[in-house]
């Protein structure tokens, strides 16, 4: 018990942090692509949906944001181990299956502090048999230790299952309508933007599952905060890259980052409003 309320102590400090951070005048924007193609690999050639990233963040740096940008296919990112659906305090932040240091993989190590920097995120990923590419799959699989994990209660033995779900009752009883009371979604309030590329069909596919994840993790998407750039079955896919990266498209890619720092600064105006969620469940 005294674990679990130092845990809630530590948890609603961070809350704090995160909103602090958050509300900052700065607005940082992270690129992710998540890309295989690179003229350096076997593709010999650069990725299209990286390309159109590059833009939105040019654009995003043109009207004052500061910028990362993120190529997944640079990093190791092991798949997720699906502890959260054993209970929500069984999925720990950062990830305690692949802890921090030695034993952790880039995701841990590297990639949850590039998230949490961020304030805007924009994903970019190809048409991968009408989905998302296999590395944004691990990406967005992993940002779940984000979405309301807390701190493990034995850190010497997190996967302790029923201390766990005693944890999990913990929470449930006490947690309240303030950020960060029980269940922590660090994601919350985040703007998200998506850029999709592909030979023909399935962007919109790619669009709706990535929002709808993104979106539940509590992610903000302004209008027009997605595009996808798509040529035709008609024509062999070495035909693909002048037509994706048309200037119809780049117009397109810097238009979502116009839209996504107007969100921004309007998300970051009044300090007094959050999203709110129900934080006593998963």
């Known amino acids: ?60 740096k043109k009207h004052g944001a500061e910028i ?3 190529c997944l296919r640079e990093y190791t990112i092991e798949p997720c181990r699906a502890c959260y659906s054993t209970s929500n305090t069984h999925c720990h932040y950062p990830c305690s299956c692949y802890p921090k240091g030695k034993d952790g993989d ?13 304030d805007i995120m924009i994903f970019a990923t ?13 990406f967005v699989d992993r940002l779940i230790s984000m979405d309301g ?40 309030g985040k703007i998200g933007g998506i850029i999709v590329t592909g030979h023909e069909v399935g962007a919109s596919m790619v669009i709706s599952s990535l929002y709808l994840t993104l979106n539940h993790y509590g992610m903000l998407f302004p209008p027009y905060s997605n595009m996808y750039a798509i040529n035709t079955v008609c024509e062999g896919t070495y035909k693909d890259k002048k037509v994706l990266t048309s200037p119809c498209y780049e117009k397109e890619a810097r238009m979502l980052a116009r839209n996504l720092m107007i969100a921004a600064k309007m998300a970051k105006s009044n300090p007094q409003i959050w999203w709110q969620y129900d934080e006593s469940a998963d």
Request: glycine share 4%.
């Open 1 to 60: 018990m005294k674990r679990f309320k130092e845990i809630h102590q530590q948890i609603k400090k961070e809350a704090v942090h995160i909103k602090k951070h958050f509300f900052e005048k700065k607005i940082r924007v992270l690129g992710i692509s998540g890309s295989m193609r690179s003229v350096n690999d076997y593709a010999k050639e650069n990725s299209n949906s990286e390309w159109l990233l590059n833009k939105s963040l040019e654009e995003a």
């Open 68 to 70: 990362q940008k993120l």
């Open 106 to 118: 880039d995701m841990t190590n590297i990639l949850y502090d590039k998230v949490m920097w961020a």
């Open 126 to 138: 190809p048409v991968n048999n009408f989905k998302i590419s296999s590395m944004m799959s691990l």
């Open 149 to 188: 994990s807390l701190y493990p209660a034995d850190p010497h033995n997190p996967k302790d299952k029923e201390l766990n779900i005693k944890h999990a009752q913990f929470v449930e009883k006490n947690a309240t309508e303030e950020f960060g009371s029980g269940y922590l979604k660090r994601l919350t």
